[in-house]
């Protein structure tokens, strides 16, 4: 059961991170730069609110895709895999529904 869990939080974390990376860089950007980093908006929490439910939805349907090692493997290495995994599907979708407008 340990496994399962491991792996959707690897999938979980993965998906969040590859949805909120765009947006830090670009303020880590504008901050080198001397430029005016954003202010906090309220919409901001909206889009953030979005942005978690769709990551939520994409780990629950990349998880039964992904196959957890039943062998006694590491944990370490099935956070890693799973990590891995939903990045790139992320990442995919991201590319397919996103980037392609």
């Known amino acids: ?3 399962i869990l491991v792996a959707f939080a690897g999938v979980l974390l993965a998906v969040v991170m590859r949805t909120m990376l765009p947006y830090v860089e670009k303020v880590r ?3 080198e730069k ?3 980093v954003p202010v906090w908006s309220p919409r901001y929490l909206v889009t953030g609110f979005c942005a978690l439910f769709t990551s939520l939805v994409i780990a629950v349907l990349a998880f039964p895709t992904i196959t957890v ?3 006694p493997t590491s944990l370490f290495y ?3 895999a799973s990590f891995g995994y ?3 599907f992320n990442d995919a979708y ?3 529904l996103v980037d392609w407008r």
Do not use: Q
């Open 94 to 96: 991201n590319k397919i």
């Open 1 to 3: 059961m340990e496994r």
């Open 34 to 36: 001397g430029e005016s």
């Open 86 to 88: 939903g990045w790139g």
């Open 29 to 31: 950007k504008a901050a």
């Open 69 to 71: 090692p039943a062998e």
């Open 78 to 80: 099935v956070f890693i």
